[in-house]
T-cell receptor
Framework: GAVVSQHPSRVICKSGTSVKIECRSL??????MFWYRQFPKQSLMLMAT?????????EQGVEKDKFLINHASLTLSTLTVTSAHPEDSSFYIC????????????FGPGTRLTVL | QKEVEQNSGPLSVPEGAIASLNCTYS??????FFWYRQYSGKSPELIMF????GDKEDGRFTAQLNKASQYVSLLIRDSQPSDSATYLC????????????FGAGTRLAVHP
């Protein structure tokens, strides 16, 4: 149980294009989903917290107009990197928290984004 | 600024030994604590969580919590080369939010 999927696993795009990443909780309902970014040999950096049916809460320094988050249902959240640039190249990972649990987060497999 | 501190390592242990990973946190109101394992190039995987003072055992893993000292640890018994990974300590932020505050991780290397 507690499986989170993420799609795509890897994407290469040209500078200026937008990329959408999907995060799904497959066998549980997640009222809260989180989006992280991780650069090589660095720790996870929380970008935003996403609650179903409401606007995402972004961490300080994260541009909400550049990283659009939509949490349309209890099992799906999407992150769109708009007008991507090479500095946005990173490992993007989502996680989902089980409703009523101890707030443990289960991570998706991640999406490696490379912007040329 | 709420922080979680871990020794970055690498912590090198021989196969079969006990690996001891430590973590301290600053948020005195935190109630839930988590250990994740992350292999290189992969996403974190939940190993176990603990919320009461004392020890919690799950197979070869034991989590230890001391809220008075704001200290969490993870013991791995009979370490195997496949345990070689980065171990992330995470603390649930107090104040009604579901956010986890992650440490930078300790890299464990188990050598045959």
């Amino acid at each position: 149980g507690a499986v989170v999927s993420q799609h795509p696993s890897r994407v290469i795009c040209k500078s200026g294009t937008s990329v959408k990443i999907e995060c799904r909780s497959l066998d549980f309902q997640a009222t809260t989903m989180f989006w992280y970014r991780q650069f090589p040999k660095q720790s996870l950096m929380l970008m935003a917290t996403s609650n179903e049916g409401s606007k995402a809460t972004y961490e300080q320094g994260v541009e909400k107009d550049k990283f659009l988050i939509n949490h349309a249902s209890l099992t799906l959240s999407t992150l769109t990197v708009t007008s991507a640039h090479p500095e946005d190249s990173s490992f993007y990972i989502c996680s989902a928290s089980i409703s009523g649990g101890y707030n443990e987060q289960f991570f998706g497999p991640g999406t490696r984004l490379t912007v040329l | 600024q709420k922080e979680v501190e871990q020794n970055s390592g690498p912590l090198s242990v021989p196969e079969g030994a006990i690996a001891s990973l430590n973590c301290t946190y600053s948020d005195r109101g935190s109630q839930s604590f988590f250990w994740y394992r992350q292999y290189s190039g992969k996403s974190p995987e939940l190993i176990m969580f603990i919320y009461s003072n004392g020890d919690k055992e799950d197979g070869r893993f034991t989590a230890q919590l001391n809220k008075a000292s704001q200290y969490v640890s993870l013991l791995i018994r009979d370490s195997q080369p496949s345990d070689s990974a980065t171990y992330l300590c995470a603390v649930k932020e107090s104040g009604g939010y579901n956010k986890l505050i992650f440490g930078a991780g300790t890299r464990l290397a188990v050598h045959p």
